[in-house]
């Protein structure tokens, strides 16, 4: 299955799914935090490496939060140069940390 960029139906043999926008979903969990309406690039230099690599955070988060998104403009199944997919996520989750462990 491949899941629509801009919402709508994606079918696979199986089962029928229905998506909604990326700009809808994000616009959503920017409200949750009390973020920004309208989203700013957000300079990745460190993952200049990959120049297809582009994103965008909802600034000044209530919440203390971060809502980003960040696009690649690969085919399915192409990884992006130099590992920066990996990077960028490594980036993204390091900077969260629980102040206890959590509870199974």
């Given at each position: 299955t491949i899941i629509p960029?801009?919402?709508g139906l994606a079918t696979s043999t199986k089962w029928t799914w229905y998506y909604s926008r990326l700009d809808e979903v994000l616009a959503l969990w920017?409200?949750?935090h009390g973020?920004?309406?309208v989203p700013a690039e957000l300079a990745v230099n460190m993952f200049a490496h990959s120049t297809n690599l582009t994103c965008y955070e909802y600034e000044n988060c209530a919440t203390s939060k971060r809502v980003v998104q960040c696009l690649y403009d690969g085919w399915h199944g192409?990884?992006?140069l130099l590992n920066?997919?990996?990077?960028?996520?490594?980036w993204f989750f390091n900077q969260f940390?629980?102040?206890v462990a959590a509870a199974w």
């Open positions: 960029f801009h919402g920017s409200a949750i973020c920004s309406a192409k990884v992006p920066a997919a990996g990077n960028l996520a490594f940390r629980r102040s």
